[in-house]
């Protein structure tokens, strides 16, 4: 007779609180049926892939042994997190994850009280976990923090800013070091995670701490050459010397897939008095899936795809994609001026800046999770006669900011910034939105501040911010592909601070600054339907502004509207100030802005997004009519 099939150990964790009655011996099978699980649900909702399967054991350890979540767990970015949401109570709605109305693909605060802490760009996590260490210090809870991050994250000042302070957490604060790329570790085996065993016992911490007694009365030669021997016994073949001189103690490596090892380390690290303490594990993005195995870069961030197959699901054929438009732009640029270099911070292929380091490669730099060295470098490079562009995300050039003011603008440099992702991103939600870079950057003196509306401004954009030598100037352009429009052979040199009509009417003007316009020019369609002739125009700077278009616009129509896709304080913002300053609302002006609204969206298609933000053509049309007071019998309603 056979055997009855027995329930899967995943359906009986809820919580880690249910993960913490299972015994050590059942955790390899649930490990397996949580690897399980996640390659099923971002098969079915696209998202980040290898780096969730690479830390399932290491997930299942932390809240097997920490008492999560009183002892507070913060993932460094947080897209490894989907297999931690499916052990704290979101499995129900793991195929949810990136669609509106979702669970987020980041931990998030308001999500569950297993994030304690929200995350979506890098480096952040040891600063915050020495927050939550330190809190309970001073109040004397129990709880530790605990971080777990990546080696790329490492690369990172803000991660040795917070090391640097870590000493006062005391054996507070737990870190985890999840090396997965760097290979900074000799091969892991036995014989190393027995040594990782040893040298974070209890045992083997008070021998040492009452040695470090003794050797401090030695006379400081005897006194330095003990702690040196210490420092070999536990140091030798690890490379933990530099988190040691940091304040930390280490530990490791040790395999971050072998839940044997695992188990009695973080154990040990736990019950330690010593601290505060660095675990350091290796382990192998996609573990387990072997087409994630095989092309750990691809199966990084993947679209649907097929689980058995790996096939991923191709989205259709269609126009390029920005930022290969940017990346093969700056490329052939290049290849006839040698003094054109590129910058990035680990986003290589993600601005296109991978066909730039193949066409030249001695000019190109990935300066890692590092933007305020890259804007600062940029700036040297410029200073010395180069013309660096420096290509980051909208979201990330904001951890840039003061690097920008201070290194770049107030010397009048003249650095070129590719700024990509600028707008609204879909599925990466809040923490990913181009929102502030317009506002951010029109206010600085010296800067230029650009928006391509569409692949072939791009091109043209790319090409004036290769030739202006004037000082700093941006580009802006979003994520996705292009709307199709041909691309020029030849770039066209722009006229700083002059925008171009596309379309001329009458009554209604439309001022549009970056990829709006399409919806813009579907408005004026929808306008000049009900008899309303619209002008439209691409400013295409909101950095100068075109004075003189905009002056003739506000004073020959009855309503000007401008659209942005960017926060309060962008362009619609500059007009109005402009407007006033001239007296042209003294006159009677209509004028209305519409740009994003003053809140955080929420992950969704782009779409949908912009149709919450009220920027899309039905809203501009309402938002003219609205201005005219007009009524469905076409005609304008008498004011009071």
């Known amino acids: ?28 099978q649930l490990a397996d049926e949580l690897r399980h699980e996640t390659i099923s649900a971002v098969g079915t909702t696209g998202g980040h892939l290898g780096s969730g399967l690479g830390v399932v054991e290491l997930t299942v350890a932390i809240h097997y042994v920490f008492d999560t979540p009183a002892d507070r767990l913060v993932w460094d970015v947080g897209h490894q997190c989907y297999p931690h949401k499916i052990l704290t109570g979101r499995r129900d709605r793991i195929r949810t994850l990136r669609q509106g109305g979702g669970l987020s693909g980041f931990t998030k605060r308001s999500e569950s009280e297993y994030d304690p802490f929200g995350a979506a760009h890098s480096s952040t996590s040891i600063s915050a976990a020495l927050g939550f260490a330190v809190a309970n210090k001073i109040a004397g809870t129990p709880g530790k ?22 000493e006062q957490a005391g054996n507070r604060l737990v870190v985890i070091l999840n090396d997965n790329d760097m290979s900074i570790a000799p091969p892991v085996g036995g014989l190393s995670a027995y040594l990782s065993r040893i040298v974070s016992s209890r045992e083997f911490l008070g021998i040492r701490e009452a040695f470090k007694r003794i050797a401090r009365k030695l006379p400081r030669p005897l006194h330095t050459a003990a702690r040196k021997t210490d420092e070999f016994a536990r140091g030798m073949a690890t490379g933990g010397t530099l988190f040691e001189e940091l304040g930390f103690y280490y530990v490791g490596p040790i395999d971050g897939h072998n839940l044997d090892h695992l188990i009695p380390v973080l154990e040990n690290v736990r019950d330690a008095e010593e601290g505060p303490i660095l675990v350091h594990v290796v382990t192998k993005k996609g ?13 990084h961030g993947v679209q649907k795809f097929d689980v058995i197959t790996g096939t991923q699901v191709k989205a259709p054929a269609g126009p390029p994609q920005y930022q290969n438009v940017f990346g093969e732009t700056l490329a052939k640029l290049a290849a006839t001026d040698d003094r054109i270099c590129a910058i990035t911070a680990a986003m290589p292929s993600g601005t296109g800046l991978d066909k730039f380091a193949k066409a030249h490669p ?27 562009f420096c290509a980051i995300y909208s979201t990330f050039l904001q951890r840039a900011y003061d690097q920008v003011v201070h290194d770049v603008c107030i010397q009048n440099l003249p650095v070129r910034f590719a700024i990509d992702r600028a707008g609204l991103v879909g599925a990466d939600g809040a923490t990913h939105a181009g929102s502030f ?11 230029v501040v650009m928006a391509a509306a569409d692949e072939a401004e791009l091109v043209h954009m790319t090409y004036t911010a290769a030739e202006y030598d004037a000082g700093p100037i941006a580009v802006r352009y979003p994520r996705g592909n292009g709307v199709g429009v041909a691309l020029p052979e030849t770039p066209q040199k722009l006229e700083i601070g002059k925008g171009r009509l596309v379309r001329e009417g009458n009554k209604i003007a439309i001022l549009s600054l970056g990829t709006r316009l399409e919806e813009a020019l579907k408005a004026a369609d929808a306008l000049e339907a009900k008899g309303l002739s619209t002008t439209v125009a691409d400013l295409r700077f909101a950095k100068p502004l075109d004075e003189a278009m905009i002056r003739r616009l506000l004073t020959t129509h009855e309503v000007a509207v401008t659209v942005e896709e960017g926060a309060v304080g962008g362009l619609g913002a500059h007009v109005l100030t402009f407007a006033s300053d001239t007296g042209l609302i003294d006159a009677g002006l209509k004028l209305r802005t519409m740009r994003l609204p003053d809140t955080f969206q929420d992950q969704n298609s782009p779409q949908k997004q912009y149709d919450e933000a009220g920027l899309n053509a039905p809203q501009i049309v309402d938002t003219v009519l609205q201005a005219l007071r007009w009524n469905e019998s076409g005609a304008t309603e008498v004011r009071a």
């Open 145 to 166: 923090g605990i971080a777990v991050i990546g080696d790329g994250a490492m690369s990172a000042g803000m991660a040795y800013e917070a090391m640097n302070n870590a």
């Open 287 to 299: 573990k387990g899936y072997a087409p994630a195995e095989a092309a750990a870069d691809k199966y």
């Open 362 to 388: 001695t000019r190109f730099f990935d300066v890692g999770i590092a933007e305020q060295h890259a804007v600062t470098f940029a700036a040297g490079l410029a200073a010395q006669g180069m013309r660096p």
């Open 437 to 447: 870079d317009v506002t951010y950057l029109a206010t600085l003196p010296n800067m």
């Open 1 to 28: 007779m056979a055997d009855p099939i027995s329930t899967p150990l995943l359906d009986t964790v809820q919580t880690p609180a249910d993960l913490r009655k299972l015994s050590a011996g059942d955790l390899r």
